[in-house]
């Protein structure tokens, strides 16, 4: 005996598929969002006042001193702020995601609010620190040792204590990614590798930092790109001190009589190096992310 | 269909209110003087009347912070309904923001108070200014503290003298003129504010390179000199004690912070002290009209005036103020003398050689 069912009444599915508008909606928001802005950075950099096609603008971002010597303190402050951040940052989330050290939680929480303190105030904070003059902890130093009024031991108005106050702010960049990725990697590897014999410091170097790369590096990149582009703490330690950042020089050609060619044509390096770092992690990588 | 019938009925709702309020904002101006002379307007009960109205007020302004939200405080007191927004910051940057604003075609500023009379004379020749002569300023102000054609008045009088820390210098070395500081004893000493930023030091700049010359800035930038931003951040340094002896910057901060207590004296130099008058105006395209002249209207009266003296220990214009003991009247101040014609048209220049010889 065979038995019909009945036949199955698929009602029309008139469902459109969104997904095609929605794609188009985010690449135009994705557009005006980021592509506007960044193709009116390049043609402002190759224009002159007159609306003229002229190189000039990076001629004089090359030769003038004026321009070149903030280039140049720009990135010897991101790569030693990155440097110093990888550095302090690396061997502190392995400690406090992988080992048994004691007050991790309260390392983890101190870390969390260097985070969220901004850097501006920071700067500020520092300032009021370690001035050569009026700091509290050269006032102390001079209060123990009977050092004359014109000594000091820390002075923040100079590239060191800008790149010190600059990394102090940026470092739970790094540390926050390295600790992440450290959680989530299973920690087989590197039982396998202690019952095999390695010793701590073989394991490390064996096992956890090949795979801590990708996050390492996704750091110390990020880390480079905040202290190049960081504004308020050179702002405040820089020009007291005597010198520019890219930045602050930037923000300096918007005075009356404001000169956007330059500011434009002084962000393409900035912009550039953006785009290397990237394009080398990438190669470095390959396609692993863990 | 129906979308677009409804959205043309909206266009025609949306002008025809803006029409109406722009007819509106005509009629409840007060009325303009004849040709040549404005005449002078008291604060009557109608112009508080369409202020309440307005019941907003935006404030650029060179003035330091707490003064200058003192002065708002003290308005909204006054006139209550009436809110003002202070946007405080160096006289050049509000001057660069007001352009741009301008140039972006925002008109977001009513009344505007500037450390630097040449600012006053690059809107004017713009014709972005509106004139206006309150009944105090022409009764008790002298014709040079206010424009010809009442389109800005001198609210203020600043000077930017030497000062010192006391716990810092001792009595027999205080340096008493500008040449004085380039003796070598003061490196890394000095603190020094921008022109680039304050109104008051880019007038200071100009009168000093015009008395010294501007050797006298490369001797100086050679003194490791702490370079800061505001006139007003120079009484404050040298009050921390974080440095000894400040270049230029704003009297009367050193003034109010002597009266508190802290360790800091004023030097008025041999070659004369730096003079900046800080100048007020109203904008033509003022959101808020009524209300701008309300506050520049009250703003030069009397009680703020003395406001201004007291609290603020700046100079005042007015006539009729009273100048508090212990400090020295303006009339007996060596002054050097201010210059705004040419602080417009050298005003770029003097800008990038200050930013050459010093570097920032």
Known sequence: MTIALPAERTAPTYKIDLSWPILILFAAVLCVLILLPMSWLIYYSLVDRSGAFTLDNFKTLVTDPVFVDPLTTTVILATSSSVICCAFAAPMGWLVARTDMPLRRTVRALVTASFVTPPFLGAIAWELLAAPNSGLLNKVYRAVTGAPQDEHLFNIYSLAGLIFVISAYTFPYVFVLIANALDRIPGDLEDASAILGARTWTTARRITIPLALPALLAGAIVAFLQAMTLFGSPAILAIPAGFHTMTTKIWSLFNYPPKPELAAAASVPLLVLTVFLLRAEHFILGRRGY | ?360
């Open chain 2, 1 to 360: 269909m129906r979308e677009v019938r409804l959205s043309r009925r909206q266009l025609l709702h949306a002008s025809t209110t803006l029409a109406g309020a722009f007819a509106a904002g005509k009629l409840t101006r007060p009325a303009r003087a004849q040709a040549g002379a404005v005449a002078a307007e008291p604060i009557t009960p109608a112009l508080i009347e369409a202020a309440k109205k307005e019941g907003k007020l935006a404030f650029y302004t060179a003035m330091d912070l707490a003064f200058a939200q003192r002065l708002a405080k003290t308005f909204e007191e006054k006139f209550p309904g009436i809110g003002v927004r202070v946007e405080r910051s160096g006289a050049e940057r509000i001057f660069t923001r007001i352009g741009q604003e301008y140039g972006s075609n925002i008109h977001a500023v009513d009344v505007v108070n500037t450390a630097d009379q040449a600012h006053c004379l690059v809107w004017k020749r713009n014709g972005w200014l509106a004139p206006y002569m309150p009944e105090e300023v022409a009764k008790h102000f002298e014709p040079e503290y206010y424009d010809p054609d009442a389109l800005h008045i001198t609210t203020r009088i600043l000077i930017s003298p030497i000062a010192y820390n006391t716990n810092l210098v001792k009595a027999e070395e205080v340096p008493k003129s500008f040449a004085g500081l380039l003796d070598p004893k003061w490196a890394g000493k000095l603190v020094k504010a921008h022109p680039a930023y304050s109104g008051t030091i880019m007038n200071a700049t100009l009168q000093t390179a015009r008395e010294l010359g501007w050797e006298y800035f490369e001797k100086l930038a050679k003194q490791r000199v702490l370079q800061v931003q505001s006139a007003t951040d120079t009484p404050k340094k040298i009050a921390l004690g974080e440095r000894a002896v400040m270049v230029d910057g704003a009297g009367y901060l050193v003034i109010r912070y002597k009266e508190e207590g802290q360790p800091v004296e004023i030097v008025y130099p041999d070659e004369g002290t730096p003079l900046a008058t800080s100048p007020s105006a109203i904008f033509k395209a003022a959101p808020n009209p009524n209300a701008a002249r309300l506050f520049q209207n009250w703003m030069h009266s009397r009680e703020p005036q003395q406001i201004l003296v007291d609290w603020a220990r700046q100079y005042s214009p007015h006539r009729l103020v009273v100048e508090k003991p212990g400090v020295r009247k303006l009339s007996e101040i060596k002054l050097m003398h201010e210059d705004p014609e040419a602080v417009e048209k050298t005003g770029e220049e003097i800008k990038a050689r200050y930013a050459q010889i010093f570097k920032v």
